[in-house]
């Protein structure tokens, strides 16, 4: 299974960017999905998952209301649309992908990442 993150930038505190996380090779079905982030010298933490259905969605306190996970199964496609960024929002953005159909929150729960796309918003 290969994941291949595109959408990251730099863009200026209040803007939005779109995540985008295709997925290719083995697809299994039923399979969760999630986005972390790890800022330099931190470490990787969850910032939104989804299951199979997308009718469970779990969002870090850090982007409630400000971020938007959602896929696309037919296009093996998951996407995480950032709204309002800020600074704090700065790091590498990873997806990951889980073999379970339950939404995972933390990386033990994730069997394949993408090589991450970096967000920078400057302050």
């Known amino acids: ?3 291949v993150e595109s959408g990251g930038g730099l863009v ?3 803007g939005s960017l779109r995540l985008s ?3 290719s090779g083995r697809i299994f079905t039923n399979y969760a999905m999630g986005w972390f982030r790890q800022a330099p010298g931190q470490e ?3 910032v939104a998952a989804i299951n199979w259905s997308s009718d469970i969605t779990y969002y870090a306190d850090s982007v409630k209301g400000r971020f938007t996970i959602s896929r696309d199964i ?3 496609t998951v996407y995480l649309q950032l709204n309002s960024l800020k600074p704090e929002d700065t ?3 990873y997806c ?3 073999s379970e159909e339950r939404v995972g929150l933390t990386s033990r729960a ?3 990442w993408g090589q991450g796309t970096l967000v920078t918003v400057p302050s």
Do not use: F
């Open 1 to 3: 299974v290969q994941l």
């Open 12 to 14: 200026q505190a209040g």
């Open 21 to 23: 996380c295709a997925l």
């Open 44 to 46: 990787r933490d969850i």
């Open 74 to 76: 037919a296009k093996n």
């Open 91 to 93: 790091a590498v953005y």
């Open 96 to 98: 990951a992908a889980s």
């Open 110 to 112: 994730y069997d394949y």
